[in-house]
């Protein structure tokens, strides 16, 4: 499979306040042949993900404005039964010291700290699909197994 169709159908939806930072991730992963939904703000987050639903995995910033945290929508989508399984990963700014323990406590998927690899964030997020959480501190791999 090459790069520009490993994720070739995969339906990824994004929770990312910053235009720029939703603008490569949707580039990267759409030139991977992935179909991309999202939201900006959080506030709408479940209800856009309701609509775009199948999804393959959950891509959610963890500092979002007006007083709502990637953590409160972590635990929003949770609360559906139909998300329960879906796959979440963090992709954050936050201290991957601080981020990462916390994100494994809660049941995330993963973690992948900003600024993204423009080499290596399809990878990583086909990698999360295929059921293998991705732990990563910038260019750094946490290995969990």
Not at 43 to 69: C, E, K, N, W
Not at 86 to 112: C, D, H, L
Not at 119 to 128: E, K, L, P, R
Request: cysteine-free; aromatic content about 8%; glycine content about 10%.
């Amino acid at each position: 499979m090459t790069e520009l169709t490993r994720l070739r159908g995969k339906r990824i939806f994004i929770v990312e306040d910053k235009s720029g930072n939703l603008a490569i991730m949707k580039t990267l992963l759409e030139g991977a042949g992935a179909l991309v939904g999202f939201d900006r703000w959080g506030h709408g987050a479940l209800q856009r993900l309701r609509d775009f639903t199948p999804v393959d995995v959950i891509l959610l910033d963890l500092m979002l404005p007006g007083g709502i945290s990637g953590y409160d929508i972590f635990d929003e989508i949770r609360a559906v039964e139909a998300f329960r399984e879906t796959p979440i990963v963090a992709v954050s700014a936050n201290e991957p010291a601080v981020a990462i323990p916390e994100t494994r406590a809660r049941g995330f998927q993963g973690f992948i700290g900003k600024p993204i690899s423009f080499n290596d964030f399809t990878s990583q997020i086909a990698q999360v699909i295929t059921g293998d959480p991705v732990w990563i501190a910038g260019s750094l791999y946490v290995r969990t197994r």
